[in-house]
């Protein structure tokens, strides 16, 4: 097996060592731990019969899946594990007794172990050490060996007479019973480390020992050895309780409480967390933290990948924030299983570090990549993510699913060096700027914050030799908190998929401000991996209780948290906050929440708070699942327009395009068109309901009535028409010819189907789709002012034209084989848009005269 927590380990010169076994760390590695470490009692302990309490299945193997590890080694951070056992044991395998102890190195007491010739060496008249010393860095060493030695001749001969009658449970319980041994070894283990280091130092023959111990790595390779130190090596022990007690947790789950094993693994996991549970209350404030010169502390504070831009090019980094210092590092590739590396790039020291740069700063230039191609990912992520539940489900061979995987992770990887473009910027006194991207303006506030609330308790300039900034940097590997890069392969196999669907949020107010301020606040939601802003409150000017009071609509694509963040606008140039050679708001608080499917399935509105830097904001959501947004619902009021038939409204009206759509047209063009983020920007909830409830009631006034509202209420009533629609503006019949359309590769073809697909819609859909069009180019052509692309019109109105009515539909392509619930979503928006972007993309669409004339000049559109 191939085990390792990485966080529980000490620095190489560190003093007082973390021993820290967090229980809730435990809890984060469980799965991990069962798929790397559980597996080996899989299949030994499999109850498939719970009623009867029998084993199923072939007698276990305790051999190693080298293709597993070696993927294992590829996509988690590990690192080099001794010993194989789930407690320390020697490696339980069809090997020879002699084998055993060759393995045993998940104590010193091995064959390989330093202790005996040190001992040895003690009695001549040149020692490496004396007595005393070997005895206390060795402290207990042996009896943990003897421990694990009795538990391995107990496990073995049952292992190879395996039955569905067997029984393992007291062994582990007595192996549990023998903690005492292990508390006497953490009680002595500062001692241990600070004898050895203090040995190190004065004798360079056992430092050397100490540095290049090589003990049997976890592959079955007779030859294959990996250096471990002898502080590395010591930890073993302690963590070796962690990853029993993991085992035991396993054990349990696949033993049924009929079985005679169950009472005594119980007991023996009791006894364990208790444990750990003790050893856990008396080193939490030792956790992460390493030794540097003079006796001083450095500890981790955060760490995390980030995207560097570095002379114009997106690099992938890991940012590690010290106590001291502030680290970026990249992970070195890993070749022939070698341990996880980091490579330093650069450090400041934070007494150096600035956020604002001189004032002849060239302004950072970023290269912004295209939203199409960042949608062209999304597409292949989900087209990757579908295909491989397709080939788990009728069970391919794993060769097929892994070179999908392969794909899955170059697309997710590319996905998250291109979609960063928000800039945080960092100084040191000299002027050296270093610039990083991030998608999120809360992560990019966090780092800030901590930075600068850092700043306030350092004092001190910390340079660093190049030895020990090597030191540092290889330190990370132990120390990091954060061992994976956001992507699919990373992630657990039960994993939440997050949410799909709508979800519906209103801020309604804040309280607890201090003073009179210009309050706005913002809401994200992760999706892809990464967070992104979704919508915007207006600012309430002058006040400490702002109401806003404003409802958002957010698409969620397996999203699990809501972000929001609350700013004072300034207006004021000369006040701003100048950072990252830009004027910004204050961030006057922030906080999120997780969205928890049980919490939002009911359809009623749930009321929470969100409390932020002693600021407190009221929210409600409710949350509109896919299958169930996907289904248009008619109006019960055949005489509105909301919800009936676009046909029916325009002969009802006598004219080509309803009136709703011309009038919002209108008063867009007259005052919206250079408005930032129109039709992307949500407007007032209540503004939208009180314009909607006026053109059904054919209200006089409305013309009134929308010349004095804000114009993105104009634009989400538009929008709100058309979602309302009983049918899409393209029909439901028409709709799969258009999604398939869109796929075809060669040009002519795509264009001729496109087109004839587009004179089949109905006279009142076609002409009323092409006004619509005409206006959209318009506002594209002011992308300048207005940030609104002709792709992010298609992402807007892509969904909003062409989200057919049936419950149940379809991607077009592959209709027979099933796609799961969350690609299917995705993939299915993306189609819309597309279809909509190559409409807007066409220079002229050429439909027939008299319905072209019809828009232009006809006195009654």
Known sequence: MRMERPELWSSKNQRKHKLSVHKKAVKEETAKDKERGGQMYAGMLRYTNKEHGHFTGTPPTYGYDADRAEEQRRHHDILPYIDDSPSSSPHLSSKSRSSRDTLSSGSLESSKSPMKPLKAAATTSQPVLTVAQIETIFFKVPELYEIHREFYDGLFPRVQQWSHHQRVGDLF??????????????????????????????????????????????????????????????????????????????????????????????DALRISQNFLSSINEETTPRRQSMTVKKGENRQLLRDSFMVELVEGARKLRHVFLFTDLLLCAKLKKQIGGKNQQYD?????????????????????????????????????????????????RANKGSKVIDRLRKKLSEQESLLLLTSPSMPLRVYNKNGKSYSFLISSDYERAEWREIIKEQQKKCFKTSSLTSMELQMLTSSCVKLQTVHHIPLSINKEEDESPGLYGFLNVIVHSASGLKQSLNLYCTLEVDSFGFFSNKAKTRVYRYTTEPKWNEEFEIELEGSQTLRLLCYEKCYNKTKQNKEDGESTDRIMGKGQIPLDPQTLQGKDWQRTVIPMNGIEVKLSMKFTSREFSLKRMPSRKPMGVFGVKISTVTKRERSKVPYIVRQCLEEIERRGMEEVGIYRVSGVATDIQALKTAFDTNHKDVSVMMSEMDVNAIAGTLKLYFRELPEPLFTDELYPNFAGGITLSDSVAKESC????????????????????DHLKRVAEKESINKMSLHNLATVFGPTLLRPSEKDSKIPANPTQPISMGDSWSLEVMAQVQVLLYFLQLETIPTPDSKRQSILFSTEV
């Open 344 to 392: 330093s790039k650069w450090y400041i020291p934070l007494t150096e570090l600035t956020f604002q740069g001189p004032e002849e700063t060239e302004p950072l230039t970023i290269p912004q990549v295209p939203d199409e191609e960042l949608d062209a990912m999304k597409v292949k992520i989900s087209h990757l993510r579908s295909e491989i539940q397709r080939e788990k």
């Open 173 to 266: 319980q007595k192996l549990a019973s023998q903690l005492g041994v292990y508390r006497a070894f953490v009680d002595n283990y500062e001692l241990a480390v600070e004898t050895a280091e203090k040995c190190c130092q004065a004798n360079t023959q056992f430092a050397e020992i100490s540095e290049n111990l090589k003990v049997r790595s976890p592959k079955d390779s007779k030859d294959q050895t990996a250096k471990n130190s002898l502080e590395a090596l010591l930890y073993k022990p302690v963590d070796r309780v962690t990853r029993s007690t993991l085992v035991l947790h396993d054990l349990l789950k696949h033993t049924p409480t009929s079985h005679p094993d169950h009472p005594l693994l119980q």
């Open 754 to 773: 496109m087109l004839n697909l587009l004179l089949s819609l109905p006279e009142p859909n076609l002409v009323t789709f092409l006004f619509l069009l």
